[in-house]
């Protein structure tokens, strides 16, 4: 009776381990495929300014990237109510800067590769700042 018990349990574990093998090679075979169509918007940047603001009727569209080891744009003004899209530059943002937040607003973001877009409507009039989740990029998003 034991040995069947360790013979059921034998088999449970090597079940679980070859469904959890599975699963990590389906998630790595779905971001390989997802890095060639993520990320591509709107990829400018490098220099302070060159990164991009887009203003339509639906939406302030930002490209968000680094300059001057800081975010760039460095500050960002929409109107109250306006809904916002910010892009990650994944060709740009590296380390704890991917890592996004308004702390203000309750809003934070980790930018990768197969997820690099925020978006949220501008609050109440006012100045917010952001930055990443350890403080060293900053910048200010303004509400008109």
Do not use: W
């Not at 998630?27 to 993520?38: C, G, H, Q, T, Y």
């Amino acid at each position: 009776m034991a040995e069947e018990i360790k013979l059921k349990k034998s088999h449970l574990i090597g079940i679980i381990g070859v469904a959890l093998i599975a699963i990590f090679v389906l998630v790595a075979i779905r971001n390989v495929i997802s890095k060639n169509d993520v990320g591509t918007e709107l990829v400018k940047g490098g220099n302070v300014g060159e990164n991009q603001i887009v203003d339509n009727a639906d939406f302030k569209t930002i490209n968000l990237g680094i300059a001057n080891y800081n975010y760039d744009p460095e500050t960002i003004t929409v109107k109250e109510g306006q809904k916002v899209k910010i892009i990650g530059n994944m060709n740009q943002l590296q380390g704890c800067l991917r890592a996004f937040t308004i702390p203000k607003l309750g809003i934070s973001k980790v930018f990768n590769n197969g997820d690099n877009i925020l978006e949220f409507t501008a609050p109440k009039k006012g100045t917010y700042g952001f930055s990443c989740t350890m403080g060293m990029g900053r910048g200010t998003l303004i509400v008109e």
